[in-house]
Structure formats: C-alpha cells, structure tokens
C-alpha cells in the first residue's frame, strides 16, 4: 500500500508524494478533480513550461497561428491532454509553482542533511 503525502494544493487541485510504489520515476500525484496523473518532478517543470507558454500561438499544421485550446501532458508515451479555460490557467501554475517550490526545498534540506 502506498502512503500520498500533500504537497500543495489550491483551489484548482492538488499534489501528493508518493512512497512505496514499485515505480519510482512517477514519485507525485496530480490531482484534478477527480482525474490524477502520475507524475515525475521532470514531468511537473515542462507542464509547467507547457502552461506558461500557452499563450503563445501554435503555428503546427492544425493549429494554423491560433491559440491551443488543450494542454498535452509531458508524458509521450500518453494521448492525455486537458481542456483548459484561460481563467484558471493561472490557477494551474500556481499549483504547478507552489509544489515544485516546496519540492525543491525538501531536496535541499535533505541534500543538506537538515531535519524538518
């Protein structure tokens, strides 16, 4: 059995820690509603990128200079993408921010052999 531990949330969604699993490479959970995806800290910094470009026209054959009305997750290997509205895309970064923030200052604490 797995033990998720929160992260960060906001009122978009949420990010959990997760131990004990036989796939180490997808250590987080996002969380959407009820849909979540798991996720590696390399997988969350270019969704991440991907949501802060958003606003940058695609010039891609279908796209023809338009906005995109999807994000694709990072992950090739899936055909997942998310329907987003321009109004909670800040959300989603701020999501995405706040739980690589809290990441990166675990992974210094720990690095630096520092007890929380």
Request: glycine share 6%; aromatic share 8%; with cysteine.
């Amino acid at each position: 059995m797995s033990e998720m531990i929160l992260i960060y949330a906001n009122p978009y969604g949420s990010v959990y820690e997760l131990n004990k699993l036989p796939n180490p490479k997808h250590k987080y959970q996002l969380v959407i509603g009820a849909m979540g995806i798991f996720m590696s800290k390399k997988d969350l910094l270019t969704l991440l990128d991907t949501a802060k470009s958003h606003f940058t026209p695609c010039y891609c054959e279908y796209c023809q200079g338009r906005l995109p009305d999807k994000l694709y997750l990072p992950d090739v290997g899936s055909e997942l993408c998310l329907l987003i509205d321009p109004l909670v895309l800040a959300d989603l970064e701020e999501l995405l921010e706040g739980v690589l923030f809290h990441i990166e200052i675990q992974e210094t604490l720990k690095n630096n052999r520092i007890d929380t």
